[in-house]
């Protein structure tokens, strides 16, 4: 009985969360990565799309919901998703077309671009945080929980209760949907091979007929909606702040580099070992040792190796480790 409730308790705690966390890093490293290996820079201002898309679909929500539209048990976000997408489309193309076009005319080196992303970033995060504000929005409606903790002990007579929210079990079904799209996407249809052979090599893309102008405007649109889902679900299952978004960039690059720049399959599994290496090495984990281990045993402190507030820590010291042995990521992508 004691093991079935340190499986519960390590589930309720670390695995789900670090799941729905994972989902959303990976969802944001595929835009980074998409970035990186079709247009070749480094853009820092992916986590400030996000906060962009997120922010309008927090307000098409409001909207929506001040008229009595709803999904039922689900949030009403999810209708206004596709809004906050055309947002963000109309905010990156407009920025391509009046930043990152004229580098491109004048083959800028990629740390020029990045600088200049940077510089979007710094606009982004301005432009949203006038629009909605600094502080904490929340936009969440529906069911809370699937399954909480009180039923579930309920119906298993443990201890331990496994709650898992509505938004935890969203964001899964979504990036799965997501992500499979996409790879259908790049893999079965005419555009994405041509973004996949423009990636490979430029040069023999434009000779082969590839208009170039075509890829960049494909690429920017599929980073918008990227960037606005993940917001989205990463608002849901916490709350909108712009500042967040601003911090996320971290997790997300790193995720995108450890699974390897470049390389999309890399983009998803790195998400997912930033996340639960972030939960798991600030999580406490006294109440799962204490099912675990005898009573002589059992320990006194929280074994916490970090506090929560050092969490994107976490992110830098994976980073680092993995830019010093192994700078290509796990899944051999472009060298950093």
């Known amino acids: 009985m004691d093991f079935l409730n340190a499986i519960v308790a390590l589930s309720n705690f670390v695995v789900i969360p670090a799941l729905a966390y994972g989902s959303q890093l990976a969802l944001g490293a595929l835009g980074v990565t998409l970035i990186y290996g079709i247009l070749r820079f480094s853009n820092f201002a992916h986590g400030d799309t996000m906060a962009f898309g997120t922010m309008v679909v927090v307000l098409v929500t409001w909207a929506m919901q001040a008229a009595g539209i709803s999904f039922g048990p689900l949030p009403t976000a999810l209708l206004a998703l596709p809004f906050g997408i055309a947002g963000a489309a109309a905010m990156v193309l407009l920025t391509d077309r009046a930043v990152y076009r004229f580098y491109r005319a004048q083959k800028a080196k990629p740390v020029i671009l990045v600088i200049v992303s940077m510089g979007v970033m710094f606009i982004y995060n301005g432009v949203t945080r006038f629009i909605i504000g600094p502080e904490d929005q929340r936009f969440a409606d529906g069911e809370r929980f699937i399954i909480s903790a009180r039923d579930f002990k309920a119906m298993t007579g443990l201890d331990e209760g496994l709650a898992i929210k509505s938004t935890q079990a969203i964001t899964l079904v979504t990036a799965v949907v997501v992500v499979a799209l996409l790879f259908w996407f790049l893999n079965r249809t005419r555009t994405g091979k041509s973004m996949?052979?423009?990636?490979?090599?430029?040069?023999?893309?434009?000779?082969?007929?590839?208009?170039?102008?075509?890829?960049?405007?494909?690429?920017?649109?599929?980073?918008?909606?990227?960037?606005?889902?993940?917001?989205?679900?990463?608002?849901?299952?916490?709350?909108?702040?712009?500042?967040?978004?601003?911090?996320?960039?971290?997790?997300?690059?790193?995720?995108?580099?450890?699974?390897?720049?470049?390389?999309?399959?890399?983009?998803?599994?790195?998400?997912?070992?930033?996340?639960?290496s972030e939960v798991g090495i600030t999580y406490a984990w006294k109440k799962v040792l204490v099912y675990m281990m005898p009573g002589p045993l059992e320990p006194d402190g929280l074994v916490q190796l970090l506090s929560t507030e050092y969490k994107f820590a976490v992110s830098f010291m994976i980073l680092l480790i993995v830019l010093l042995f192994r700078p290509t990521g796990l899944f051999r992508g472009k060298s950093v």
């Open 196 to 276: 996949r052979a423009y990636s490979d090599n430029e040069d023999l893309a434009l000779l082969s007929g590839i208009n170039p102008e075509r890829v960049v405007l494909v690429t920017w649109l599929l980073v918008a909606a990227l960037a606005t889902v993940a917001g989205t679900l990463y608002g849901l299952d916490k709350s909108f702040k712009p500042f967040t978004y601003f911090q996320l960039l971290l997790p997300i690059f790193a995720s995108a580099i450890v699974g390897g720049l470049g390389s999309p399959v890399g983009a998803i599994a790195g998400g997912f070992v930033i996340a639960f």
